[in-house]
Every structure is written in C-alpha cells, then in structure tokens.
C-alpha cells in the first residue's frame, strides 16, 4: 500500500527558532494535509494543499505542495512552547479527503 | 459546535476478550471514519462510513473487527476476541462528506493483557 516517509522523526530547538519538516511518498497524492497531535488528544488539521506547488500559511506556520505530487513540507517560524507535540503529514489519493495515508510524525520539543 | 465523542477513554482487557468502542460524530455529518493508532505510527484507516452504509473496510482485519451505524449518527467499533497487537489507541473522526476535513475525536486508549 502507499507508504509516506516523515522526517525528521523527532527534533529538539530553542524557543524562537525556526522549524522544518518534510513528507515525501513513492506514490502521487492530489492532497496534502497536516495535522498535529497533543498527548491524549486527536490529531487537529492545521493546513492542507490541494494543488501541486501550492503554498499556503496559517499564521507562523507554511506548508507547500511540491511540484511531484510526492511530497510536502511543512516550516514553523518562530516557535514557542505550545507548539510542542506530534506533527502529521497525510495524504489522500483521490479527490475526496476519504481515504488518508498517514506519515509517521515528527515529535517537536521547544525548550523555554 | 460540539466535537467527535468518544468512549470509554480508556480500556484494559485481557487477551481474547472481547471490547467495543462508540463514537458519536459532529452532528450533520455524513461521513464517520474509525482508525487505529499503534503507539509512536501514525493514524491508519480502518474503515469508512457514509451515512450508514461502508465505503471502505479494506483495512479492517475482519476475522476480529467489526464496525455498524445502523443509523447513520453513532458508531460502534467492536473487537471479538481481542489480541495483544491491539492495543493502540482507536480514534473516530467525521466530515460533512468524503471531500470536506476530517475532524478527530480524542480517542480510545487500549491497553491489552
């Protein structure tokens, strides 16, 4: 089935600094979501791509739909404490967000 | 507007037992997903309803699970007999329909003895 490769799989930074990771897939999606996890909680959509080189922010984070089809990245400026969790990339194949693949997940700590 | 409902929270059981789950989705929407999340993996699809009728189930392992909305609203996801591998938390998300975002529950934690 498809697989997607996140990395990296975990990260420790400053407060302050700025934060990327990347999503990449051996198949083509004509979607790209991403989503970040709180400990016991679901996992909540923060941006999601629909087009191939798409750009979009939401507030300090960006994310971009790479020209492929095969992969994403994800940037956060300027972290702060709150942005400590675990962050998703997921992909869906069809037109529908139905059926989502899922990457494994970046685990992001921020030190004060 | 009130979230993905979920329980129990959490449930301990022991090998071979058998455990169900509910969830009751954001109210109007159509489509109810269940996944499975292995500690330290990502979410992965175990089966898709759209109203009450599957629209996907490939990834369910059949043998063991089994999943209803007889009336299209709640959902029960069920485990019959429950093996180690299992435990995982089992999360129930829904959207208006199959092309809208995917709103998540907090899930079900469960721990296998």
């Known amino acids: 089935g498809q697989q997607l490769n996140q990395s990296p799989q975990s990260m420790f930074i400053q407060e302050g600094e700025d934060v990327s990771m990347n999503c990449t897939s051996s198949?083509?999606?004509?979607?790209w979501l991403w989503y970040k996890q709180d400990p016991g909680e679901g996992p909540v959509l923060l941006i999601a791509?629909?087009?191939?080189?798409e750009l979009t922010s939401n507030g300090r984070l960006t994310a971009q739909f790479g020209i492929t089809r095969k992969d994403s990245f994800l940037n956060i400026s300027a972290s702060i404490p709150s942005d400590v969790g675990i962050y998703f990339c997921?992909?869906?194949?069809?037109?529908?967000?139905?059926?989502?693949?899922f990457g494994q997940g970046t685990i992001l700590t921020v030190h004060p | 507007e009130a979230g993905v409902a979920q329980s129990p929270r959490y449930k301990i059981i022991e090998k071979r037992q058998s455990v169900a789950f509910w969830c009751n989705p954001i109210?109007?929407?159509?489509?109810l997903y269940w996944y499975q999340q292995i500690l330290g993996q990502g979410p992965k699809l175990l089966i898709q309803?759209?109203?009450?009728?599957?629209?996907?189930d490939s990834q369910l392992p059949k043998d063991r699970f089994s999943a209803e909305r007889l009336k299209g609203v709640d959902s029960t996801l069920k485990i019959q007999p429950a093996k180690l591998e299992d435990s995982a938390v089992y999360l129930c998300?829904?959207?208006?329909?199959?092309?809208?975002?995917?709103?998540f529950g907090d899930g079900t934690r469960l721990s296998i003895l």
């Open positions: 791509l629909y087009k191939a080189g």
């Open positions: 198949s083509i999606f004509n979607t």
């Open positions: 998300a829904s959207s208006l329909s199959g092309s809208q975002p995917q709103h």
């Open positions: 109210s109007g929407h159509a489509t």
């Open positions: 309803f759209q109203n009450n009728g599957v629209v996907d």
């Open positions: 997921a992909g869906a194949g069809g037109t529908s967000y139905g059926k989502l693949t």
